[in-house]
């Protein structure tokens, strides 16, 4: 296992706040990503969260990568309670 002491642990973590704010305008138009963003894709994606919602009795979601937070919107109006990664 690897460890870090605080002062590491602060710096990626600055880092990493700094690298989303310098592409976070630029994410949701992404050639990479803007195929998630469609009216069909946030449809089929809200599909899965309820159908998800339902097998777990809406207890928690976790979003590991939230990027820019759009499926994160949709989780939140779906499940009780959510943490964001």
């Known amino acids: 296992m690897v460890s ?5 642990a602060k710096a990626v973590l600055d880092a990493n706040v700094q690298y989303h704010n310098l592409i976070a305008s630029h994410y949701d ?9 469609t009216k069909k894709a946030q449809n089929r994606f809200e599909e899965m969260a309820i159908f998800f919602r ?7 979601w976790i979003d590991i990568g939230c990027g ?4 994160t919107e949709v989780c939140d109006t779906v ?7």
């Open 4 to 8: 870090c002491n605080e002062n590491t």
């Open 29 to 37: 138009s992404d050639a990479s990503t803007s195929m998630l963003y």
């Open 54 to 60: 339902k097998e777990t009795d809406g207890a928690l």
């Open 68 to 71: 820019t937070g759009k499926y």
């Open 79 to 85: 499940f009780f309670q959510g943490y964001w990664i």
